[in-house]
């Protein structure tokens, strides 16, 4: 069935960027998307990607897309404190629900 | 615009009780989704529901079971607890899920713990 890989834990400090990888098997996909939980909360949608892009940017944000190999990333640059939470990658799989990463527990220390 | 919310925030259960857990979407959404996410496991999807109907079902056994009203709310029944149920159920409301773009809105979920 469809997997959702991430790398489990970041660590940055503040002003760094960070990149959080993700890859995934299901390559009929329209769209792919990042959420991110901040301690003790519900999920938020961050950004999201067409699948036939390859870069979004988004402020401070970027999001890569590797087609080929099924590897998603995010960027943060200029990562701040209150970034620091929980990164889900998620992809579509099948009709309507989503399959989501492990999750990638970012800490960003001043 | 009221978010996704979802009642109670915290339940304490014991092995073998019942729990049901309800979810509100938002105004316009037809849609209800719920997810578990248990510690090391991640979030898995449990159920979703549309115009009143179960949609699609995850890999749970059938002690976990929901339903949605006419206004679309949704409640998540969770039968013969056993300790591995502890998790925090979260619920997501969407508008339409029809087209290929289908932003899933959370809500603050429902931390259970079975003892």
């Known amino acids: 069935g469809e997997d959702v890989e991430q790398s489990l834990f970041l660590s940055v400090r503040e002003g760094d960027s960070s990149v959080i990888n993700c890859t995934y098997t299901?390559?009929?996909?329209?769209?792919l998307y990042w959420y991110k939980q901040e301690p003790g909360a519900g999920l938020q949608l961050l950004t999201y990607?067409?699948?036939?892009?390859d870069m979004k940017q988004d402020q401070r944000l970027t999001v890569l897309l590797n087609k080929k190999d099924k590897h998603l990333s995010l960027r943060i640059a200029d990562t701040q404190t209150g970034d620091s939470a929980i990164y889900f990658c998620a992809d579509p799989s099948g009709y309507s629900t989503l399959t989501f990463g492990k999750g990638t527990m970012l800490l960003v220390s001043p | 615009e009221a978010g996704v919310t979802q009642s109670p925030t915290h339940l304490i259960k014991t092995r073998g009780q019942q729990v049901t857990l309800r979810c509100s979407p938002i105004s316009g959404h037809t849609s209800v989704y719920w997810y578990q996410q248990a510690l090391g496991l991640g979030l898995q999807f449990l159920l979703w529901?549309?115009?009143?109907?179960?949609?699609n079902r995850g890999n749970f056994p059938p002690r976990f079971s929901g339903r949605q009203f006419p206004n679309y709310s949704s409640e998540l029944n969770v039968n013969a607890l056993e300790l591995e149920d502890s998790a925090l159920y979260l619920c997501?409301?969407?508008?339409?899920?029809?087209?290929?773009?289908?932003?899933?809105?959370f809500g603050p979920g429902t931390r259970l713990t079975v003892l």
């Open positions: 997501a409301s969407s508008k339409d899920d029809r087209g290929s773009y289908n932003e899933q809105f």
């Open positions: 529901y549309d115009e009143g109907e179960e949609r």
């Open positions: 990607i067409f699948s036939n892009m």
């Open positions: 299901d390559s009929s996909s329209t769209y």
